[in-house]
């Protein structure tokens, strides 16, 4: 048996992370991964996604370059399934072809030992790996998420995608229905819209982006559907079968039957714990598949087995499993660490983008939390006015009698940027009086922060 200090199972975000300082702070690791040591993240996920938002975006700025005193005329643009491929190159280009060479080599480079197959825990401390078993005094389960696909009639019988298949074609559909309106979802409808397909997109639940903000996600919608894309709430797919063109039939829960070329699955995620072993060591998933972790992510009701990343189902973020890893690293080498989610930043990257970081009002009453809230209005910010942007919505939430920020939701450009102002706030428990008394550049998006938070800071205490 080859014995290590630490073996970290999964190679995505949060194991990458994990082995490569516990490696530079010279402990022996082995890091096992089956597929590509980076995860999903550089490859099929946030870098090819934000590479091809942002071709898709530059294509409608184009679009509007009178609007913006670019240019007397409409420019001429090409084809968009030929637009569509040289935006596909450039994502490629971006994402290294989806290989993890580099990543692995750095990794070894490090002194990681990096096993290519699959592990399983079979007993404490040991990790069985094609036959091969690998000691660790500790363990470390970074296995991420899988796309859930729904029991949806049909739906194995037309042609489908997940985020990831679509995020690594090269040709574009000409129609295309999206299942799911939650951060994904909606990305990849504008995306693709922005190439002119046809997109529907249907979400079962009352809202897009879940529990968000709501007034937040109802001007999301409003977005969406003046880009072209049809959005449909509170609505499903009830069944699907193939087209005689080779598309899909779609009959969905409002009584309309739609014909697309393609079905874009995109309904969430779960962790991966099934064949990680975890039941030799008693170790049983949450409801959802989830690890259960203490805020030192350690696993509850054990001392040596660790976990970060999509697997804790904490929060589905890069930021977040790195944020965890941090923890673990830090744990694992003598300190005392715990994690606070009080002000994990949430994106959705369209144009405009959607960010938040907290909870919202109703989850803070839920709690019991004497909250309260405030509206900014970026169509009042000079800066929307020189940008040529249609605006935006910032939402403010208090806890009164603390006189702190706990919650902000924003749509508008940039808002993955400027949201950073309340994830500190949040964070550091700045009292409301302090950010009222913060001075912004002028003219910027942040200037939006200044009205609500004077009016939170004149209802605290």
């Avoid at 190679?11 to 089956?34: C, N, W």
């Avoid at 899988?146 to 985020?163: A, I, K, N, Y």
């Avoid at 009959?251 to 714990?273: M, N, Y």
Wanted: hydrophobic share 40%; with cysteine; proline share 6%.
């Amino acid at each position: 048996m080859d014995t290590f200090n630490v073996v970290v199972l999964g190679a995505g975000s949060a194991g990458e992370y994990v082995a490569g300082d516990l490696a530079d702070a010279g402990r022996s690791v082995a890091l096992v991964e089956p597929s590509r040591v980076g995860g999903e993240c550089p490859y099929v996920a946030c870098i090819p996604s934000k590479a091809l938002l942002r071709s898709a975006e530059a294509r409608n700025e184009a679009r509007r370059l009178p609007d913006f005193g670019g240019s007397a005329v409409p420019p001429g643009l090409d084809d968009d399934a030929n637009a569509y491929r040289h935006a596909a190159r450039r994502r490629d280009r971006l994402t290294g072809r989806r290989d993890d060479s580099d990543a692995a080599k750095s990794m070894q480079e490090r002194g990681v030992t990096l096993v290519r197959a699959w592990g399983r825990i079979v007993r404490t401390g040991v990790v069985n790996v094609e036959g091969r078993e690998l000691g660790g005094a500790d363990v470390v389960v970074t296995t991420g998420s899988r796309p859930v696909h729904p029991p949806t009639e049909g739906l194995d019988q037309v042609p489908t995608w997940t985020s990831d298949e679509a995020l690594a074609a090269t040709d574009r559909p000409e129609s295309l229905l999206v299942m799911g309106g939650g951060a994904v979802g909606c990305e990849l409808a504008q995306a693709h819209r922005g190439f002119g397909v046809r997109v529907t997109l249907v979400e079962a639940g009352p809202q897009l982006l879940g529990k968000e903000e709501p007034s937040i996600a109802a001007a999301l919608a409003e977005v969406l559907r003046d880009r072209g894309v049809d959005v449909r709430i509170g609505v499903q797919v009830e069944r699907a079968e193939p087209t005689p063109a080779g598309g899909a039939r779609l009959d969905l829960s409002d009584g309309a039957t739609i014909d697309v070329a393609r079905v874009l699955v995109a309904v969430g995620r779960r962790p991966v714990t099934d064949g990680v072993g975890l039941e030799v060591l008693g170790v049983e998933p949450g409801a959802s598949g989830e690890l259960r972790i203490d805020d030192h992510c350690r696993l509850v009701g054990q001392q040596h087995v660790w976990a970060a990343g999509d697997v804790t189902g904490v929060a589905p973020y890069t930021h977040a499993a790195n944020y965890q890893a941090r923890a673990v690293v830090a744990n694992l080498l003598g300190g005392d660490v715990t994690a606070d989610y009080r002000a994990i930043p949430r994106v959705v990257y369209t144009d405009p983008a959607v960010a938040s970081v907290g909870i919202t009002e109703q989850q803070a009453r839920e709690r019991g939390i004497d909250a309260t809230t405030a509206i900014g209005d970026l169509s009042n910010i000079p800066r929307s006015a020189t940008e040529g942007s249609a605006g935006g919505r910032l939402v403010l939430t208090a806890d009164r009698a603390r006189g702190v920020l706990i919650g902000a939701a924003a749509l508008g450009p940039r808002a993955d940027e400027w949201i950073g102002e309340a994830t500190l706030a949040i964070r550091a428990q700045v009292p409301l009086s302090v950010l009222a008394d913060v001075v912004h550049p002028f003219p910027t998006f942040a200037e939006a922060y200044e009205l609500p938070v004077r009016e939170l800071a004149g209802r605290a205490g």
